[in-house]
Nanobody, 116 residues
């Protein structure tokens, strides 16, 4: 069973930066897509950014130019560098992975709070 473990959330002032990390662990698996979604109170979960094993990336319009995503395929780890954070970025951030021939996996979520 593949598990995702996130780290790096916290409280930051507007304009600040945070870096989220997510590592996938388990036995005999291959990860196609890794990325991040977020869910703010009272709102639906939404895409933040994803990255394929081949290096293609996809970002939500709201974070383009401020967030970057990167992967270490050898470590099955994905990173989300968040710069110029805004109060509207406050949410529970979930790591996501699409496992080859196994389906989707989600992390437990890590809280990001941006104060104004």
């Amino acid at each position: 069973q593949v598990q995702l473990v996130e780290s790096g959330g916290g409280l930051v002032q507007a304009g600040g930066s945070l870096r989220l990390s997510c590592a996938a662990s388990g036995s005999s698996f291959s990860v196609n897509v890794m990325g991040w979604y977020r869910q703010a109170p009272g709102k639906q979960r939404e895409l933040v950014a994803t990255a394929t094993s081949g290096g293609s990336t996809n970002f939500a319009e709201a974070v383009k130019g401020r967030f970057t995503i990167s992967r270490d395929n050898a470590k099955n780890t994905v990173y989300l560098q968040m710069n110029s954070l805004k109060p509207e970025d406050t949410a529970l951030y979930y790591c996501y992975a699409r496992i080859f021939r196994s389906g989707d996996r989600w992390g437990q979520g890590t809280q990001v709070t941006v104060s104004s």
